[in-house]
């Protein structure tokens, strides 16, 4: 019969890693991407104004505007961190 103790140990998450601070570049990366996660929320916001509802031509242009605001924010984000991380501009 095979002990399965040592493989538990592996897998289970310490209590140190769990309870701690972001690191200065953990904030860095979530202050990189809060323009897309707030864009993603507004979008989320408007999806959510119209499931208990027929929605209407506003409802209609506030997801498209808010769409728009996603895709926007995205191609900002991989263009900042494109130019970051191919210094020189090498492809």
Same mark, same amino acid.
């Given at each position: 019969?095979? +002990? $399965? /103790? =040592?493989l538990q140990t592996a897998v289970t998450v310490t209590v140190d890693s769990i309870d701690r601070e972001p690191t200065a570049a953990e904030l860095d990366v979530i202050?990189?991407?809060?323009p897309l996660i707030l864009a993603e929320?507004?979008? +989320?916001? /408007?999806?959510i104004m119209t499931l208990d509802r027929? =929605?209407?031509?506003?409802?209609? @242009? @506030? $997801? @498209? !505007?808010? !769409?728009? !605001?996603?895709l926007s924010a995205r191609r900002d984000l991989v263009n900042r961190t494109a130019g970051a991380? /191919? =210094?020189?501009g090498a492809a």
């Open positions: 019969m095979k +002990l $399965i /103790a =040592p202050e990189l991407e809060s929320v507004d979008l +989320l916001d /408007a999806q027929t =929605p209407t031509e506003l409802d209609a @242009r @506030r $997801i @498209r !505007r808010a !769409r728009n !605001r996603v991380m /191919a =210094p020189g």
